[in-house]
């Protein structure tokens, strides 16, 4: 049972490069997330996708867009990256409402130069 | 709107020493509260929850009460180890609400 899947694991991007994170669970969760972690700052959920079909802003969406490609799968696109964008990015999914608490991917750190 | 607040870090402790991490939390009605740990260069790990008022979570040695008269949700451990260091995140869900609230995280440093 892999859990949350996160790829890749690292990636270095010029400024202006567009890459997309990809995510996935095995866990048949219905609601998924992207977190941004920068030091000093704790989690900021960027978005999140209450099911599938549906997505909606977190609080720090700017720069960011997000597809949920089926129930498994949901992605994270950077379209014209920014050094403000350099970060580590976790990937979660949850049973919807999330009582059960979240499942972590292990995360991608992304410089951006 | 609900919060969460952790005391600051890093907390510095020796090995087999008593470990206390205070959390506590704003909330309008009745929030399931999690606790989750960060190890280094890893995601984020559940660690233990409690649902409803009184609730005790626990798991590797670690608890925390669910206190609705303090509003808090303090882990502990009577005798942490060196492999016990980490970033412990206190976090709060309430309702139909999708996004959980996190507390800004404490850093646990275990000197051997």
């Known amino acids: 049972n892999a859990g949350v899947t996160q790829t890749p694991k690292f990636q270095v991007l010029k400024t202006g490069q567009s890459m997309t994170l990809q995510c996935a669970q095995d866990m048949n969760h219905n609601s998924m997330y992207w977190y941004r972690q920068d030091p000093g700052m704790g989690l900021r959920l960027i978005y999140y996708s209450a099911s599938e079909g549906t997505t909606d802003k977190g609080e720090v969406p700017n720069g960011y867009n997000v597809s949920r490609l089926n129930k498994r799968e949901f992605s994270l696109r950077l379209e014209s990256a920014a050094p403000s964008q350099t970060s580590v990015y976790f990937c979660?999914?949850?049973?919807?409402?999330?009582?059960?608490?979240?499942?972590f991917g292990s995360g991608t750190r992304l410089t951006v130069v | 709107g609900d919060s969460v607040t952790q005391m600051e870090g890093p907390v510095t402790l020796s090995e087999e020493a008593f470990l206390t991490i205070n959390c506590t939390y704003t909330?309008?009605?009745?929030?399931?509260l999690f606790w989750y740990v960060q190890y280094p260069g890893e995601g984020l790990q559940l660690l233990l929850k409690a649902t409803k008022a009184d609730d005790k979570g626990s798991n590797k040695g670690f608890e925390a009460t669910y206190r609705k008269e303090t509003t808090s949700f303090h882990l502990e451990k009577g005798s942490v180890q060196v492999s016990d260091s980490a970033v412990y995140f206190c976090?709060?869900?309430?309702?139909?609400?999708?996004?959980?609230?996190w507390g800004a995280g404490t850093k646990l440093i275990i000197k051997p």
């Open positions: 909330a309008t009605g009745y929030p399931s």
């Open positions: 976090a709060l869900s309430e309702g139909s609400n999708y996004q959980l609230i």
């Open positions: 979660a999914s949850g049973r919807a409402p999330p009582g059960g608490g979240y499942t």
